[in-house]
């Protein structure tokens, strides 16, 4: 039987050997809020894997609300665990321990779910080693009826191949109502005998779990997708009877169950993105979880909307998360209200993808000032114009810095990303924040850009020397910070089709800006090639790539996301040894009519649109917001049966 109930790791024989390890606070549990329950007394067990760190993982808000869904199911009990530091997993592998959970320190694969949140390519191998450490098979194909269901969401789902032969299942989109009805097929499943089989085709008619092993892969002999196809599956006679009833949707019925096919189930072509339709509506966290150490974030999070409508067409988050949800300002002020109170912080963070465009941000910000006096409000995400800039002010009149992220040097660029900023809006930001007591600005860029020159990378510098020098005029000693990301083109966007620059063509530009950024009160900070590089072989990956991730793996490939733990040797002997040739995904250009590895994965977004758009961005064509009532035709709403909600 799935689910292993073996003992646990005791409080003594961990805590004799914490002082061994780095930040001993990463592995013993105890947290405020934090959810303790018997094991024994519920029906299924769910370890929620967060594939890096502690710190990270504890400021990553999606998990806490899976963690306060999950366990308000009395028949659930969900425990956490996180990808142990080196030091951690070589003391696992030296005492012979399996990793396990926080909560009641249970191994891993003694779970009957374990579930993965993949918010970035460079976690993968992380993903790995949390599986080899938990003592489960690492591929599918090897697992048998007593190994838990290995599940993942997150970004990365939608482009999930790189990963497919390791995970049972991918959950596509939005996480709240989609894990419970997880947890209700596999408590359906469990006990009744029928085999792993008979869970991932249960699992299958699932609106939006997409089951890897249910269908087949075909290739070129040029190395690219032929065909994507479900994989009949023959159930034995009482499972295709009992499946199959349970099916109420007659479309549904007819093309899983065709009736020229009897007693097979055939998987749906293309697995579609779950979405929430009413964040008003949707769960929300009441008693937070307060971490035993400073987290990367470390303040309470209220999201106050979901989704976004700008359009940038070099973001996967702009696309995948469509339409626009938001919550009221009376709904978002309760809800700060309750995690201030609950947890003892006094900053509460406004968590979306563009802040500045919340319908009503001047009068929530006025509301939780009145609601929660003494507490600090912060947005993480702003626009590059002066209403951010006020409103930056109204938040904390302290404040010396202020973050904007142009994206681009020049104004054709600017048009070409559909980055709808203008110069002379970006001077206005800037004044206005030197104005208002702001002397450090940090900017953002990305280099590597379709359509990119020299000149548009000079522009980059030329704009920050200008901003430096508006500044000084205006009798401030500006430090002006420029950090810069090689751009990766990321599937489910108009630039999907584009190629990742090469290395040493990224370093050239690099170094070009680099020359044009000397000088006091500049900054200069980049992002590093390698790991450009590898996560676009990652992002635009297909099935293939399983190979050399497990080699990468077991090479001791860990923690790749990170400064100076990115081992590029390792991963460059790993594509030799597996005959993968990495520019044949980091740096082709993809044809229109190529089926892309992802395409049976449907966010929603027609694939038409994201065509028409990287057609205008070749022309300089900017695309409108669709918030201001022109629908751009990105085919969402009527595909989802969503609509945008604005409060």
Known sequence: MPGRRQDAITWNQLRRHLGKVEKPARYTGGEINAVHKDPQSVDVLFALAFPDVYEVGMSHLGSQILYSVLNSRPDVSCERVYAPWRDMESLLREKGWPLFSIENRLPLSSFDIVGFSLQYELTYTNALMMLDLGGIPLRSKHRGPEDPLIIAGGPCA??????????????????????????????????????????????????????????????????????????????????????????????????????????????????????????????????????LMEPIHDRVMVEIFRGCTQGCRFCQAGTIYRPVRERTPETISKYAKELLESSGYDEVSLVSLSSADYSHIETLLARLMADCPGSKVSLPSLRVDSFSVELAKMLGASWTGLTLAPEAGSQRMRNIINKKVTEEEIFDAVRHAFGSGFAHIKLYFMIGLPGETDEDVEAIADLARRIRQTGRDMGVRPTIVVSVSGFVPKPNTPFQWEPCIQREELRRRQRLLGDGLRGPGLSYKYHDVEHTWLEAVLARGDRRLSEALELAFRRGARFDAWSNHLDIDIWEQVFQDTGLDPAFYAHRERGKEEILPWDHLDSGISKEFLLRERERAEKGYTTDDCRSGVCVGCGVCPKLRVEMSLK
Request: some cysteine; proline content about 9%; glycine content about 6%.
């Open 158 to 291: 939608m482009a999930a191949e790189p990963m497919a032969d390791f995970i049972d299942a991918f959950a596509l989109g939005d996480g709240e109502e989609l894990a419970l009805d997880i947890v209700d097929t596999y408590k359906a499943w469990k006990g009744t005998g029928k085999s792993r089989l008979d869970l991932l085709v249960m699992l299958a008619l699932v609106e939006s779990v997409y089951v890897p092993s249910l269908y087949d892969v075909e290739y070129r002999a040029d190395g690219t997708v032929g065909k994507v196809s479900p994989v009949p599956v023959k159930l034995d006679e009482g499972s295709y009877e009992s499946i199959k009833a349970q099916i109420e949707d007659p479309d549904i019925r007819r093309s899983c169950f065709p009736e020229d096919m009897p007693g097979y189930f055939v998987p749906p072509a293309r697995v579609r993105r779950r979405v929430i339709r009413s964040l008003e509506a949707a769960p929300f966290i009441h008693e937070p979880l307060i971490p």
